[in-house]
């Protein structure tokens, strides 16, 4: 049981446009989202994150806005860079799980110069 | 500085062979996880462990081991139960809820 989906495995941005990378939840009881970047080889680094109190946070380039009655999260990255380029990870947490994370498939993001 | 470091960054497993891979923090944090990934899927918890001397399973614990002896430190073994143990693990530590910050990885391969 996916209990977090991210249905598109990849997406492709021209450099300066918008980058939007969206992920499903299917647990009410999920309170609590993160959203962190992975390079090949390396461990992901958090991004940003939103509380379910919440439906937006901004920081610089990277927005997440959430839909609590549609169970839905996006994440936008304005303006799109190269340096962008990276595997791309929502993740949920609840009250009922503790401190675990669970994590979507991520999402390939290609950002071309 | 602090941080979470993963040893070694490469290791290679012969048949039958149990492995330890190693994790370590010096963040202060009390819980700490270990997640596999494969090629082309998300992050899947292994074991995660909360508090010194207490750990819970995960999604995928079979053919895993872990101890949690020491605040800093959470070693998993890949025993030879584990028949498909080729995979990226990550290990993660987290002030109790929140967000998590992870180490570098070792990638494990079957000779």
């Known amino acids: 049981d996916q209990q977090v989906k991210q249905n598109s495995p990849s997406l492709s941005v021209q450099e300066g446009r918008i980058s939007i990378l969206n992920c499903d939840y299917t647990n009410s009881m999920f309170d609590y989202f993160l959203w962190y970047k992975k390079y090949p080889a390396e461990g992901p680094t958090f991004l940003i994150s939103i509380s379910s109190i919440k439906d937006k946070n901004e920081d610089g380039r990277f927005t997440v806005f959430l839909n609590k009655s549609a169970k839905h999260l996006s994440l936008h990255i304005v303006p799109s860079q190269p340096g962008d380029s990276a595997v791309y990870f929502c993740?949920?947490?609840?009250?009922?799980?503790?401190?675990?994370?669970?994590f979507g498939e991520g999402t390939q993001l290609t950002v071309n110069p | 500085d602090g941080g979470i470091t993963q040893s070694p960054k490469y290791l290679f497993r012969k048949e039958g062979q149990n492995v330890t891979l190693s994790c370590e923090q010096n963040l202060n944090h009390d819980a700490m996880y270990w997640y596999r990934q494969d090629p082309g899927q998300g992050l899947r918890l292994i074991y995660y462990?909360?508090?010194?001397?207490?750990?819970q399973k995960g999604d995928i614990a079979e053919g895993y081991s872990v101890s949690r002896e020491k605040k800093e430190s959470f070693p998993l073994t890949v025993t030879s139960a584990q028949k498909n143990p080729t995979a990226f693990y990550l290990c993660?530590?987290?002030?109790?809820?929140?967000?998590?910050?992870f180490g570098p990885g070792t990638r494990l391969l079957v000779l």
């Open positions: 462990s909360q508090i010194v001397n207490d750990f």
């Open positions: 993740a949920a947490s609840g009250e009922t799980s503790g401190s675990r994370l669970t």
């Open positions: 993660a530590s987290s002030i109790r809820a929140g967000h998590q910050y």
